[in-house]
């Protein structure tokens, strides 16, 4: 089953945190890791997430450094700020509220199923 595209929208900011929270990367390379971890149930694209790393370092939320590669390829690659790693944490509170509230909320109503 594909995610739908608000859900898609409303996860990209946790999981782009929650990524860097392990260390730096690179775009394409928080894309892959994005489908591995999501069995490719969740595709994301170039020209949706350059824009919204963009906009997180607008807010201070990660920072990006360009570097050559092995390959002598200029590479940007994005790491956490102490800010962002702070919005990690009210993201993954808030996440986890909702996911209890929906819980309750399927095993309240009867013949709903996970």
Same mark, same amino acid.
């Given at each position: 089953?594909?995610?739908? /595209?608000?859900? =898609?929208?409303?996860?990209? /900011?946790?999981? =782009? $945190?929650?990524?860097?929270?392990?260390?730096?990367? +690179?775009?394409?390379?928080?894309?892959?890791?994005?489908?591995?971890?999501?069995?490719?149930?969740?595709? *994301?694209?170039?020209?949706?997430?350059?824009?919204?790393? /963009?906009?997180?370092?607008?807010?201070?939320?990660?920072?990006?450094? *360009?570097?050559?590669?092995?390959? #002598?390829?200029?590479? /940007? +690659?994005?790491? $956490?700020?102490? #800010?962002?790693?702070?919005?990690?944490?009210?993201? #993954?509170?808030? *996440?986890?509220? =909702?996911?209890?509230?929906?819980?309750?909320?399927?095993?309240?109503?009867?013949? =709903?199923?996970?």
């Amino acid at each position: 089953m594909m995610i739908s /595209k608000p859900l =898609v929208a409303a996860s990209t /900011k946790p999981l =782009v $945190l929650a990524i860097l929270n392990n260390g730096e990367s +690179y775009g394409y390379e928080i894309i892959q890791r994005v489908r591995e971890i999501s069995g490719g149930r969740l595709e *994301w694209s170039e020209p949706m997430l350059y824009p919204f790393l /963009k906009r997180m370092e607008r807010e201070g939320l990660v920072q990006s450094t *360009w570097r050559f590669t092995e390959t #002598k390829r200029l590479r /940007k +690659y994005y790491r $956490l700020t102490e #800010k962002g790693l702070a919005e990690l944490e009210t993201e #993954k509170a808030q *996440w986890f509220l =909702v996911d209890r509230i929906y819980r309750r909320m399927l095993a309240a109503a009867p013949g =709903v199923r996970e």
